[in-house]
């Protein structure tokens, strides 16, 4: 697809579009030697595990692994979901550890604490914890989830103590969960507070900041049309060295296809800095930037950035 395009889709038509290249991308393949693990194209920063739970299916880290070969991811990071605003069931820091275990070579654990938890009090208490995490094999912290303001002293805490531990802090941003305003001043204020911190911006809030018209409705939604200049995000990623981007998700996707001329050149402008993602936590999901991602024609260095090497450079892999 030619950026130019752009106008020739609407987002259902491309994300029916996403559907059935991802359906057909997971018919069985055969397993894959070390050799050609070496050609993947991407690392993903974003998945999960799940646990059986009503009747959501359950995700084994064989299914996600044989889901990884079939995409042509070669590792992926495994985000425990602690938070109650987070998830229809709570997924530990414990269990992702133990899972993830036998497959290190390719799932990189990550843990997360809530910053509400009252029998860890005091940032020395925190980062004790997150030592013993990352002991255990953890690489980040996250998904970052909580119903709180993103700079709520609570978080600031906690963010403080993944940064004396060396953890890169994925967070979500919506009206929901680590809240903020149009513009994103909360954001702001944690990094003026924690300027050695690293984070991972993700979800609506943070994608919809992509739009310099951004209002704060639409921190929850995924907005549709041409984006204007002079978003949060390009401001905040040119001003803070330690902000990235996490790619996945509907909103990471929508961020970039409702505008392809913008988000292509968002992607160039901020290559060193955004990370290919998928947030899969399901058998069966449909992921859209498996194909959103081969039909933007983006500079083969861009793409090795974006797909991979920003990764392996972040989490030290």
């Known amino acids: ?23 057909a991308a997971l018919a069985p393949r055969p397993a894959q030697s070390e050799a050609a693990r070496s050609t993947y194209r991407y690392n993903d920063i974003h998945t999960h595990l799940g646990q059986p739970w009503g009747n959501r299916p359950e995700l084994t880290p ?23 605003e987070a998830w229809d069931h709570p997924i530990s820091t414990d269990y992702v550890l133990l899972k993830t275990e036998p497959y290190r070579d390719r799932l990189i654990p990550f843990c997360a604490i809530d910053p509400r938890v009252i029998n860890l009090s005091g940032q020395k208490a925190k980062v004790d914890q997150l030592k013993r995490y990352q002991d255990a094999g953890a690489k980040g912290f996250g998904e970052s989830k909580p119903g709180v303001k993103m700079d709520d002293p609570r978080n600031l805490e906690l963010f403080a103590a993944c940064a004396e531990v060396g953890f890169p802090v994925l967070f979500h941003l919506d009206n929901s969960r680590n809240t903020d305003q149009a513009g994103l001043p909360g954001l702001e204020k944690v990094h003026q507070a924690l300027p050695e911190g690293r984070f991972i911006g993700h979800a609506q809030g943070w994608w919809a900041s992509i739009d310099g018209a951004v209002t704060q409705d639409q921190l929850q939604k995924y907005p549709e049309g041409t ?15 330690n902000l990235y981007g996490d790619l996945s998700a509907g909103s990471g996707a929508n961020a970039i ?37 081969r039909e933007i024609d983006l500079p083969e260095s861009v793409q090795a950035k974006i797909y991979r090497d920003n990764h392996i450079k972040l989490l030290g892999l």
């Open 227 to 241: 984006v204007a200049e002079g978003g949060a995000l390009d401001r905040l990623m040119a001003k803070y060295p």
């Open 257 to 293: 296809m409702r505008d392809l001329d913008f988000g292509r050149e968002f992607l160039i402008r901020n290559q060193d800095r955004l990370l290919f993602g998928t947030d899969y936590l399901a058998p069966g999901q449909n992921v859209p930037q498996l194909s959103l991602y």
């Open 62 to 84: 064989e299914g996600l692994l044989k889901w990884m070969d079939a995409n042509e991811i070669g590792k992926a990071c495994v985000l425990p979901l602690v938070n109650p």
């Open 1 to 23: 697809m030619k950026t130019q395009q752009h106008t020739s889709l609407n987002r259902r038509q491309f994300c029916l579009s996403a559907l059935a290249a991802t359906g």
